[in-house]
């Protein structure tokens, strides 16, 4: 079955000086070319597979129906090796409509009410595919998640699913275009609403835990972090790898990410950043840059740097407030500031946003600015271009009536967004099977 849903509109990429309604553009009748049917049946099948390896996902699924053998080739090895190795990377995203994470898995824990299972499981049924190059949606659906799972992380084409509940945390690992799905160990040590981060390449798996603490049933604290590493040449540790937060931090819940071989993550009052060494098993604060002016600081990767993105308001000082971005250097401590928005976008964000704050996201040259509390205001920035522009609303969400500021009493749903990168194989599918069998843990 084709997983994916496309729009029938193409929308056309909008400069960020327009905030007009953004026009559609219906596909003209422009005709290419004709290869004559003789010469394709004629091409040797290697070089017609290394062509379909090439195409995007969307378009695949599409060509599988012109034949049984084109239809086959998604269960032949052969053509998945082929396709490891020339198809190109593609630096999308995933987003999820949900209500704001750590407060809908407070409620889900205090209550569990028909309706809110209802709207659990459509959010968590259904994601929305973006391609930043072509400014186009696709909707994907999750048939196999149950409810009571939350997206919580992304790598190598894989999407990290955790249980909402209070407690050890079960852990589900979904390639949602072969909709394939393998649950990991749980964790050991009991959590509320963990940091997590997750790093997949072809030949291991990197998963951490951090935080919420439950140290009893109604009191949470960060005191620990606990790990899981497998790799193909036979080095494991199922949750066996545990390491002390740094005194007096405070984590807010959500992700982590990895940047060359270390999880970063926010420590906020005041604001730091959080560094964990994966192979030294240990934790380190670094001081965030103008950390007493920041607003809604993200941490996000980017071509293998760490970037932090943060509105900065010096209230006392006669500075414009401005959107930035800094990079962390080499030597891990000293932060540069490599774009800042221009200020007549930042003003018309600003209004937009209205003070509720933003979460980044970032993959490949892209990152992606999205307002809280809205599906359909977020902007993106192409570090290659040097170009802003305002992404176009996706076309499969029915945009809510919701409450324009913090303390309104309607529904918060908002787009939470995740770097995906579409692929049919992932290389460490043959380890994660692997995970059925018994293991002699290995502790580092």
């Known amino acids: 079955m084709d997983p994916f849903h496309t729009s029938p509109m193409s929308i056309p990429n909008i400069p960020y000086g327009f905030m007009t309604s953004i026009p559609i553009t219906t596909n003209t009748s422009v005709n290419p070319p004709k290869m004559d049917c003789r010469i394709w049946s004629r091409l040797p099948h290697r070089l017609i597979d290394r062509i379909i390896a090439c195409l995007p996902p969307p378009a695949f699924f599409r060509a599988r129906s012109v034949c049984k053998r084109w239809y086959s080739l998604i269960f032949s090895n052969t053509f998945l ?135 009893s049933p109604y009191a949470v604290k960060n005191l620990t972090s606990e790990s899981f590493h497998i790799d193909g040449g036979g080095f494991y540790s199922i949750w066996g790898t545990t390491a002390s937060l740094p005194r007096l931090c405070s ?20 604001f730091s950043v959080l560094g964990y060494d994966i192979s030294m098993n240990e934790w380190s604060k670094i001081q965030a840059p ?18 932090l993105v943060a509105a900065v308001e010096k209230s006392k000082l006669n500075v414009p407030k401005s959107m930035r971005l800094w990079t962390l250097q080499e030597c891990g401590s000293m932060w540069v500031e490599m774009e800042r928005m221009p200020q007549q976008l930042y003003n018309q964000f600003a209004e937009i946003e209205d003070g509720r704050g933003f979460n980044s996201v970032a993959h490949g040259q892209f990152v992606v600015i999205q307002v809280k509390g809205s599906a359909d205001k977020a902007l993106l920035f192409d570090f290659v271009g040097k170009k802003w522009a305002w992404i176009p609303p996706c076309p499969y969400i029915n945009i809510m009536n919701n409450s324009g500021g913090g303390g309104g009493g309607g529904r918060e749903d908002e787009l939470h967004g995740f770097p995906y990168e579409p692929r049919l194989a992932v290389p460490i599918t043959a380890l994660l099977e692997q995970l059925t069998l018994p293991f002699n843990n290995f502790t580092a």
């Open 290 to 307: 103008m950390r007493r002016f920041l607003r809604s600081p993200s941490l996000v990767e980017s071509r293998g740097k760490l970037i």
């Open 251 to 270: 984590l807010e819940s959500g992700r982590m990410v990895h940047v060359q071989g270390r999880f970063y993550c926010m420590n906020y009052s005041p």
């Open 81 to 215: 090796e082929l396709y490891l190795q020339v198809s190109p990377h593609r630096h999308w995203f995933l987003f999820f409509k949900q209500q704001s994470l750590k407060n809908h898995i407070l409620k889900n824990n205090s209550t569990t009410t028909h309706n809110n299972n209802n709207t659990s499981c459509r959010a968590h049924c259904e994601g929305y595919l973006f391609d930043p190059d072509n400014l186009k949606w696709y909707r994907i659906s999750f048939p196999l998640i149950p409810t009571g799972f939350s997206p919580a992380s992304s790598s190598g084409g894989l999407i990290c699913w955790v249980s909402e509940e209070g407690g050890s945390k079960s852990i589900l690992l979904c390639n949602p275009l072969i909709n394939s799905l393998v649950q990991l160990p749980s964790t050991l040590r009991p959590r509320l609403c963990p940091s997590i981060g997750l790093t997949i390449t072809n030949s291991s798996i990197d998963l951490a835990f951090a935080g919420d603490d439950l140290i």
